[in-house]
């Protein structure tokens, strides 16, 4: 069983930013690591994912805004948010799973999910 624990979510302005972090307790080679995002009365969304030989897809809401990218040696995947809007404010979720030709923004594709962190998007 993979524990994924994600840091970093909080309080940010409108036009900072903020990290996110997944600590993965194990790694997984040819595997795709995920962010998604959830707000209440809504389905989990795929924000950005990025399997293990680097191949990335990050949906067009935060494209040019949110980087995603991943220290395989430290079994850590990060999030860093840039310019974020209120419209960005949800659970973010850290997603793990064996990648089978599936996008790694597809949540079906998750086998190991985070607890999750808040972001809050204010004015």
């Known amino acids: 069983q993979v524990e994924l624990v994600e840091s970093g979510g909080g309080a940010v302005q409108i036009g900072g930013s903020l990290n996110l972090s997944c600590a993965a307790s194990e790694y997984i080679p040819n595997s795709c690591m995920g962010w998604f995002r959830q ?11 990025l399997r293990s030989d680097g191949t990335l897809t990050i949906a067009d809401s935060v494209k040019g805004r949110f980087t995603i990218s991943r220290d395989n040696a430290q079994n850590t995947l990060y999030l860093q948010m840039n310019s974020p809007k209120p419209e960005d404010s949800a ?6 799973g064996q990648f089978r030709g599936w996008s790694c923004r597809d949540k079906d594709g998750i086998e190991y999910w985070g607890k999750g962190a808040l972001v809050t998007v204010s004015s």
């Open 91 to 96: 659970m973010y979720y850290c997603g793990l």
């Open 39 to 49: 707000t209440p009365g809504n389905e989990r969304e795929g924000v950005a994912g």
